[in-house]
Each structure stands twice: as structure tokens, then as C-alpha cells.
């Protein structure tokens, strides 16, 4: 998890948590159906059922019509820059935020072309913002749909918590951005790639995933019913379409993550069983180090998030979460901190990869340039946030 490979094999951190919950499971740590027990069904349902929400805004060219509309309406770069924060931001918070990176950087790197201005600043503010807009909720990313599934965290309750920061985060992306571009706007780009077609907007198809996602979102505020049920209830109405195929629909779903988790699930019962995870609390308490102090927590979740990922940080996190903010202290940190490199959050990736396509290189220098006082000034706000509300 820490190199994201194995040296000389071709696997990335979906491989590896795979191959070892297969080694846990071959090794006898673990029974098959043991194996399957530990698996977090809920989450995983949770997951696939919103993912599949967003796979309709993505064919239905959602996203491609809040870029190409942005960049036809926005005066100049520093608006446009604010548009870009504002919309990522908000999308993630209720979308999965890889998505909303997937589907807006190529746009906006044609989008930046046609003014001649550096995409640079827009990918680095799209990646920023759509990691500290996924904060808001404990829909906006992975890692909280897990923390809010397995301490059942109250959702209107975590708003409360997560919109504050969150919001106070997009404004410092913005500001931070704004003031270190301020004088390099137009460094023009032309796509080395050919200019790729993007889906024509199909305004039936995003009114019904619109109101879906409204109904969904209601029923998490204003009912008890269980989150993944809701979910995957939204789903299935999706995949009764007449126009969309749901062989696309369901192509569109992260399956990789998907199986993350599952491997993460199976390590996790795995280090449990055989105490490790309890010796290691151990061995820091006797160092001083006490996981369930929110001071420690604060520090800890995100170092560890840049080492191993924020998922596997949080799962790992989650057993010493106690108190009645920690579950929105771990769901905060280890978001804010994938804004710390590239390698601190899956969205950052997609981002520079998807530029790396188009001519647009964005080296780790640059990012962190952006990144390190993006990460430190949204965890001082989520600090200064959560101490007040304590």
C-alpha cells in the first residue's frame, strides 16, 4: 500500500489488497465463508448504489455541460477559476468525488485551450476541491461512506461537522490558487490528443438521475432507513431505462475500488483475529501515543493517510474512533490530507493522469506546491471547527 505496487508486477493497490486477502484465505488464516462474513456488505452496497447514480450523470453529459458552460459564462480566469472550486466542490459532496475528477478534467483542459489560458491552476484547483467538497457529506468519498456506515453516523448530524470546513476549504483552494497563478494565467496549452467527442447532453437523463439523487439524499436526512437500502433502491430505478443501456451504466461503476474494499474487508477481519491491531494500540499507548484522544487522532490519521491511502488509513483508524466528534474528526483529516500529494487520494490521480493524456504534465512538485498549505490551512479550520463544536 505504501509504494501503491510490488516492484516488477503490474498490480496497483486494488491488486495488492486482493492478492492478500487471497494469500489470508490460501494461508488458512481465514475460511472462505469466514472471508466473505467479513466483507461489509452495507458498504459495498452503499458504494455500487451511488456509483451508479453517478454513471448516469456521466452518460448522460452532466458533467460536460457544467464545464463547457463555466467556461462559456465565466468573465475571466479568476472566475472561472472560482466556477471550477464552487462546482467540483459541491458535485463531490454529493457524487463520488473520483467521478466528478474523471469526468471534468478532460473538458477542462479543451475548455482552457480554447482561451488559451494554463490548465494547470484548474486541474490543481478541480483536485483540491473535489477532495475538500467531499468532506460535506459522508457520501462525497469512499473513506466516509465507510466511517459513516460503521460508527452509523447520523448523516444530518455529520453536516453540522463536515459543511463548515468544507466550505471553508473550497474558499482557501481558491484564494491559495488565485494568489500563486496570479501572474501566469496564460501559459497556453493545445491537447496533444486529438479532441475527444463528448457525450451530447441528454436533459431527460439527468432530470432523473437529479431527482433521484434528491429523493436519496432526502430519504438519508429526514428518515432512519438504511442508507445502502436507499441506494441501491435508486439504482435500480436507473437501470430501468429504455435509452441507456445498463451494460454502460454498470461499466461505468468503479469495480476496482469496489474490490479494494472487499480485500481491505478480509485483511482487516484477518489482523483482528490474530490481535494485531490490538498489540499495535498497545505498543503506542506505552509510547504515549493514545488513538483514542482526538489530539492524537488528528495527528496520526493524516500521516498515516499519505503512507498507505486514506481507505485503508481509516480502516485501520476507525476501532480507536471514540468520542462524539471522532467519526467526524477521522472523516475530515483523512480527507483534507489527500490534498498533501498526489499520492494522498485516488482524485488527485485520476486528475494528473487524465491531464498526462493530453500533453499536460503536472509533476508532484507543482501539485505540492498547491497541496501543502491547501492540506494544512483546511486541517487548522477543521480544528479550530471541531474544538469549537466540542
Not at 63 to 74: S, W
Not at 164 to 177: E, F, Q
Not at 194 to 214: N, W
Not at 244 to 268: A, C, Q
Request: glycine share 8%; aromatic share 8%.
Amino acid at each position: 500500500m505504501f509504494l501503491g505496487e510490488l516492484p516488477g508486477l503490474a498490480l496497483d493497490r486494488s491488486g495488492i489488497a486482493l492478492l492478500g486477502a487471497i494469500a489470508i484465505v490460501a494461508a488458512r488464516r481465514l475460511t472462505v465463508e469466514e472471508a466473505w462474513l467479513a466483507i461489509d456488505t452495507s458498504t459495498i452496497a452503499l458504494l455500487f448504489g451511488l456509483m451508479v447514480i453517478s454513471a448516469q450523470f456521466r452518460l448522460a453529459g452532466f458533467y460536460d455541460e457544467i464545464v463547457r458552460r463555466i467556461a462559456a459564462y465565466a468573465a475571466g480566469p479568476e472566475a472561472l477559476l472560482a466556477w471550477v472550486v464552487v462546482a467540483a466542490g459541491a458535485l463531490s459532496a454529493v457524487l463520488a468525488n473520483d467521478i466528478v475528477c474523471l469526468a471534468m478534467a478532460p473538458m477542462l483542459i479543451e475548455a482552457c485551450a480554447r482561451r488559451h489560458i494554463s490548465p494547470v491552476p484548474f486541474l490543481l484547483a478541480l483536485a483540491c476541491a473535489a477532495n475538500a467538497g467531499s468532506a460535506a457529506t459522508l457520501i462525497g468519498n469512499p473513506q466516509n461512506m465507510f466511517i459513516g456506515q460503521s460508527l452509523d453516523l447520523s448523516f444530518a448530524g455529520y453536516l453540522a461537522d463536515g459543511v463548515p470546513p468544507a466550505a471553508a476549504g473550497l474558499a482557501l483552494t481558491w484564494s491559495i490558487i488565485r494568489f500563486q497563478w496570479r501572474d501566469r494565467w496564460l501559459d497556453a496549452h493545445e491537447p496533444r490528443h486529438e479532441r475527444r467527442q463528448p457525450p451530447p447532453f441528454d436533459r431527460g437523463a439527468t432530470i432523473k438521475a437529479s431527482i433521484l439523487l434528491c429523493v436519496t439524499v432526502a430519504a438519508f436526512l429526514l428518515t432512519s432507513w438504511p442508507r445502502d437500502v436507499v441506494a441501491l433502491a435508486a439504482a435500480g430505478v436507473l437501470l430501468l431505462s429504455r435509452r441507456m443501456s445498463s451494460r454502460e451504466v454498470i461499466g461505468l461503476v468503479d469495480g476496482h475500488l469496489l474490490v479494494l474494499f472487499i480485500g481491505l474487508f478480509v485483511l482487516n477481519e484477518a489482523v483482528a483475529r490474530a490481535g494485531l491491531l490490538r498489540d499495535l494500540y498497545a505498543v503506542l499507548a506505552v509510547a504515549g501515543i493514545d488513538l483514542s484522544r482526538a489530539a492524537w487522532q488528528f495527528v496520526v490519521t493524516p500521516v498515516l493517510s499519505n503512507l498507505v491511502s486514506n481507505v485503508p488509513a481509516v480502516m485501520l483508524l476507525v476501532p480507536a474512533a471514540t468520542g462524539p466528534h471522532a467519526g467526524a474528526l477521522l472523516a475530515l483529516t483523512s480527507t483534507f490530507a489527500g490534498n498533501l500529494l498526489i499520492v494522498g487520494s485516488i482524485a488527485n490521480i485520476i486528475v494528473v493522469e487524465q491531464a498526462s493524456r493530453q500533453g499536460v504534465v503536472i509533476h508532484w512538485r507543482t501539485h505540492a506546491r498547491t497541496g501543502v498549505p491547501v492540506t494544512l490551512g483546511t486541517l487548522a479550520i477543521t480544528a479550530m471547527w471541531l474544538w469549537l463544536r466540542s
